[in-house]
């Protein structure tokens, strides 16, 4: 086994420790659109500690998920979910809303209106510019 893989076994065996609250916590829905009844798989939000972060981890179905790690594949419409995602009380789950509102609005004018009504704390801008997505 190489040492990449194992690297990345040790890794999701880490992020697998915090299923269950990260179940709780997003009512089994999708963190970023809501869905429910669909899997779900732990993300963490890059770039990721050298230990794996509850607050730095969220549910998301296979279409966000997908879309988020292929943005070639993207459907920008399905994106008008971070309409209330980036309301979020959940601070991982709004920054990952914020940072794929700002990839989405280099492209739609929707996107561009809602991402200029955001605000942020100090904290956050800072959070925000750490985000780093494929």
């Known amino acids: 086994m190489s040492r990449s893989h194992a690297h990345h076994q040790e890794r999701t065996s880490g992020l697998s420790i915090f299923g269950k609250d990260l179940v709780r916590r997003s009512g089994a829905h999708c963190e970023l659109c809501d869905a429910h009844r669909v899997a779900l798989h732990i993300y963490e939000v890059p770039p990721a500690p050298k230990l794996p972060d509850l607050n730095d981890c969220l549910m998301l179905c296979d279409l966000c998920l997908d879309q988020i790690e ?23 789950v ?20 809602l991402f200029e009504q955001v605000y942020l704390t100090d904290d956050e801008l800072r959070w925000q510019a750490q985000i780093t997505l494929p």
């Open 94 to 113: 709004k920054m990952l809303a914020i940072a794929m509102l700002q990839q989405v609005a280099e492209e739609e004018p929707w996107a561009l209106a």
């Open 70 to 92: 292929r943005p070639k594949r993207r459907d920008n419409n399905h994106w008008r979910c971070l309409n209330h995602a980036i309301w979020s009380d959940v601070p991982v």
